[in-house]
């Protein structure tokens, strides 16, 4: 399922920057997923074009859907250093959200 990049957090006894335990997990599923697709592959070097479908079923998640942004972050973030070296390889991003019952992300990245 499809999750946006909360806002990170401090804790105020310690002045650590952490992000939600949500979050953190999503990004390691994802970044496990990332791992499987690029079956023992090194991470592209090259210019990067990434497509994204994200998937939501509003009626249930109608109040954390997110925005688009915040989606892509998250997704940019967990792929690094897994799919590409850095995020700042992505030159063109294609994002829409859907609305359908079986959650997901469908990701595609090319390179140029």
Known sequence: ???PLARSRINTKTKKIY????????KNELG???????????????KL????????????DSKSYGDVDNHQKAIFDALNQIC???????VKV?????????QRIEIQIEEI
Do not use: W
């Open 1 to 3: 399922m499809p999750v």
């Open 19 to 26: 992000y939600p335990k949500r979050s953190k997990i999503f």
């Open 32 to 46: 496990i997923i990332g791992k499987s697709a690029m079956r023992g592959r090194k991470p592209l070097t090259g």
């Open 49 to 60: 074009v990434i497509t994204l479908n994200l998937y939501r079923n509003r009626k249930i």
């Open 84 to 90: 590409y070296v850095d995020d700042c390889q992505i």
């Open 94 to 102: 294609i994002c829409e959200k859907h609305k359908d019952i079986n």
